[in-house]
């Protein structure tokens, strides 16, 4: 069903089961925002730049990591963006096969809960 739901993810997911976990998950965000060689990810502080930080940038200040990859290097995450509301954020993916070479941060449902009922949680 994820499938359906994240069509260009070919790299099996975990899930995260708590909130101690994504926040050690989300750890990561930091160190890509603030190293300049890992630009790749799209990952960046919204409260650094002179213009609002939108997709396929993630703003790390308001995301957090609720999946991850499986395998080491897969380099894969889905990520509540509160960006667009602080209750119900949007879902986003990292998507590196479009660009291989490039992180795009990809909108997989507008709000959690819509992402929860196609997920049939």
């Not at 630009?39 to 502080?45: N, P, V």
């Not at 998507?95 to 507008?110: G, L, S, Y």
Request: charged share 25%.
């Amino acid at each position: 069903m994820l499938a359906e739901v994240i069509p260009w993810f070919e790299d099996p997911l975990v899930f995260v089961s708590n909130a101690e976990q994504m926040e050690f998950e989300s750890r990561s965000m930091d160190m890509f925002a603030d190293d300049a060689r890992c630009a790749f990810f799209r990952e960046a502080r919204g409260s650094t730049t002179t213009s609002p930080l939108e997709l396929p940038w993630l703003d790390v200040e308001q995301a957090v990591l609720i999946a991850v990859n499986r395998n080491p290097g897969d380099d894969v995450a889905l990520a509540l963006d509160y960006r667009t509301d602080p209750t119900d954020p949007r879902v986003v993916g990292s998507d590196f096969r479009t660009n291989p070479h490039e992180c795009q941060w990809r909108v997989v449902a507008p709000a959690f809960s819509t992402f929860a009922t196609r997920l049939g949680l």
